[in-house]
T-cell receptor, first 114, second 116 residues
Framework: AQSVTQPDIHITVSEGASLELRCNYS??????LFWYVQSPGQGLQLLLK??????LVQGIKGFEAEFKRSQSSFNLRKPSVHWSDAAEYFC????????????FGSGTRLSIRP | GAVVSQHPSRVICKSGTSVKIECRSL??????MFWYRQFPKQSLMLMAT?????????EQGVEKDKFLINHASLTLSTLTVTSAHPEDSSFYIC????????????FGPGTRLTVT
């Protein structure tokens, strides 16, 4: 069965520093992968997605992610974080066996140090 | 494009009453809508999947008689929490997808339900 693991529950980085949020998936074939961001009390906004093709995916707000099949990873990166990036980040994978359902990771809370 | 709205954004109800939450796709027709529940500081838990004109499919452990889902049109799905209890207090989020849309889901802003 497909699954998604986000090993980091909470990360704090300084404003202007680089960021990498980890995501590992479990799936035999090429997965459909997503990164979503959620601000407190809000719904989810799609940052980027990977379906096929170029393994380096560009998203909104300056985020990018790289699909690495050999490591079963889809880590999210940003070269320089802004205070407004503080939020909860969810990695997700499509669960093919059941009508395009999405399986979410447990989330990583990002805090920004001034 | 691909905007999903939810109404209300917040609701407080008394224990034993029912509350209805609406999920609308504003600028597209949603063949499938999903309902999630999110507890504080936790991930989203899928409750059910609904397709327009058919019965919802509930995830294991979700009481279908308690959480009634209706998907009457391609732009509207409703979740009714019946005989609500304080443990039903949570953040409910809906999403919608388009047939042939590469499995992408568009999420609503969520509804905060508090049962007193």
């Amino acid at each position: 069965a497909q699954s998604v693991t986000q090993p980091d529950i909470h990360i704090t980085v300084s404003e202007g520093a680089s960021l990498e949020l980890r995501c590992n998936y479990s799936y035999g074939a090429t997965p459909y992968l997503f990164w979503y961001v959620q601000s407190p009390g809000q719904g989810l906004q799609l940052l980027l997605k990977y379906f096929s093709g170029d393994t380096l995916v560009q998203g909104i707000k300056g985020f990018e992610a790289e699909f690495k099949r050999s490591q079963s990873s889809f880590n999210l990166r940003k070269p320089s974080v802004h205070w407004s990036d503080a939020a909860e980040y969810f990695c997700a994978v499509v669960r093919y066996s059941s009508a395009s359902k999405i399986i979410f990771g447990s989330g990583t809370r990002l805090s920004i140090r001034p | 494009g691909a905007v999903v709205s939810q109404h209300p954004s917040r609701v407080i109800c008394k224990s034993g009453t029912s509350v209805k939450i609406e999920c609308r796709s504003l600028d597209f027709q949603a063949t499938t809508m999903f309902w999630y529940r999110q507890f504080p500081k936790q991930s989203l838990m899928l409750m059910a999947t609904s397709n327009e004109g058919s019965k919802a499919t509930y995830e294991q452990g979700v009481e279908k008689d308690k959480f009634l889902i209706n998907h009457a049109s391609l732009t509207l799905s409703t979740l009714t929490v019946t005989s609500a209890h304080p443990e039903d207090s949570s953040f409910y989020i809906c999403s919608a997808s388009i047939s042939g849309g590469n499995h992408e889901q568009y999420f609503g802003p969520g509804t905060r339900l508090t049962v007193t």
